[in-house]
């Protein structure tokens, strides 16, 4: 099975790099070849546009930065969909709208190509590592398929129905950490405030009903100033955004995602620092 790859950035490096660990041959597709370095060293082979990946491949697998990326990337000039071929299997592994998800399957139908969107959770660790969640909407058929892919580079993958389905249980988990990660950063700023120890705070917190991933991965990043991004600031708020248009589609209300979703904004928006990690938030608390 030929993998064809467009998207090497923080999340695809690792995910691409867990692909070749498992012998599947993968040809990959960067806006900025130099990015790709890293799996072209690796094995990975090179084209030009993303038309020419998905000449070349039996999968192919997006993840990319924002849904008017997808968008390009599928529709556009030297897209995918203008070589795509009949029986050949699409994956958008973007955070995106489940929409345009809805979209992609449809043209792909169209086309008789499989379409599967597949968003994933675990950060760059869970890129390196090969554990990531992977979300799963499409058809039966097509997620089976692709099984030992999704393996490759996940340790738990769920097919939660049709399209666009992975992308609302994304929209689920992304409503969590926004919980998790705001409350991770006012538990530390008002741990320093109190005078506690906030690195023994978080291990004995770790240890209790409020322990969680956010707090184990990026607290420690936090106490040494490392807010390099696992995962870019401006991607979550992009995600948030698009959770709270969905709820507003369902007519529900979400109060609390909605609060988070204006403290990010606020930090990328108004302090300008999108490009740090999501545990960046701490710095708007020091403005």
Same mark, same amino acid.
């Given at each position: 099975?030929?993998?064809?790859?467009?998207?090497?950035?923080?999340?695809?490096?690792?995910?691409?790099?867990?692909?070749?660990?498992? #012998?599947?041959?993968?040809?990959?597709?960067?806006?900025?070849? /130099?990015? /790709?370095?890293?799996?072209? #060293?690796?094995?990975?082979?090179?084209?030009?546009?993303?038309?020419?990946?998905?000449?070349?491949?039996? @999968?192919?697998?997006?993840?990319?930065?924002?849904?008017?990326?997808?968008?390009?990337?599928?529709f556009g000039h030297n897209g995918?969909?203008?070589? +795509?071929?009949?029986?050949?299997?699409?994956?958008?592994?973007?955070?995106?709208?489940?929409?345009?998800?809805?979209?992609?399957?449809?043209?792909?139908?169209?086309?008789?190509?499989?379409?599967?969107?597949?968003?994933?959770?675990?950060?760059?660790?869970? /890129?390196?590592?090969?554990?990531?969640?992977?979300?799963?909407?499409?058809?039966?058929? +097509?997620?089976?398929?692709?099984?030992?892919?999704? #393996?490759?580079?996940?340790?738990? @993958?769920?097919?939660?129905?049709?399209?666009?389905?992975?992308?609302?249980?994304?929209?689920?988990?992304?409503?969590?950490?926004?919980?998790?990660?705001?409350? $991770?950063?006012?538990?530390?700023?008002?741990?320093?405030?109190?005078?506690?120890?906030?690195?023994?705070?978080?291990?004995?917190?770790?240890?209790?009903? +409020?322990? #969680?991933?956010?707090?184990?991965?990026?607290?420690?990043?936090?106490?040494?100033?490392?807010?390099?991004?696992?995962?870019?600031?401006?991607?979550?708020?992009?995600?948030?955004?698009? +959770?709270?248009?969905?709820?507003?589609?369902?007519?529900?209300?979400?109060?609390?995602?909605?609060?988070?979703?204006?403290?990010?904004?606020?930090? @990328?928006?108004?302090?300008? $620092?999108?490009?740090?990690?999501?545990?960046? $938030?701490?710095?708007?608390?020091?403005?």
């Amino acid at each position: 099975m030929k993998i064809g790859f467009i998207g090497t950035g923080v999340m695809g490096t690792g995910m691409i790099n867990n692909l070749l660990k498992a #012998n599947f041959e993968v040809t990959v597709y960067n806006r900025t070849k /130099a990015h /790709a370095q890293e799996v072209l #060293n690796h094995g990975a082979s090179w084209q030009q546009t993303p038309a020419d990946v998905a000449k070349v491949s039996d @999968v192919v697998i997006t993840i990319v930065g924002f849904p008017k990326d997808v968008e390009e990337v599928y529709f556009g000039h030297n897209g995918i969909f203008e070589t +795509a071929r009949p029986g050949e299997t699409l994956i958008d592994m973007t955070t995106s709208s489940p929409v345009l998800a809805k979209k992609i399957f449809s043209a792909g139908q169209d086309r008789q190509i499989d379409v599967l969107d597949a968003p994933v959770s675990g950060g760059d660790v869970g /890129a390196r590592n090969g554990s990531l969640t992977i979300m799963v909407g499409g058809q039966q058929a +097509a997620y089976e398929h692709v099984l030992p892919v999704f #393996n490759a580079m996940g340790t738990s @993958v769920t097919r939660f129905g049709g399209a666009g389905q992975g992308q609302n249980a994304k929209m689920a988990n992304q409503i969590m950490i926004a919980g998790t990660m705001t409350g $991770l950063t006012e538990a530390l700023i008002f741990a320093k405030a109190a005078g506690l120890d906030q690195a023994q705070m978080i291990k004995t917190i770790q240890g209790g009903g +409020a322990a #969680n991933w956010s707090m184990g991965t990026y607290g420690p990043r936090i106490l040494k100033d490392d807010l390099k991004p696992g995962f870019y600031a401006k991607h979550f708020l992009k995600d948030l955004r698009i +959770a709270l248009d969905a709820a507003d589609e369902m007519e529900i209300q979400l109060p609390a995602t909605q609060k988070a979703k204006d403290l990010y904004e606020a930090m @990328v928006d108004q302090f300008d $620092l999108g490009n740090l990690g999501t545990q960046g $938030l701490i710095k708007i608390y020091d403005k």
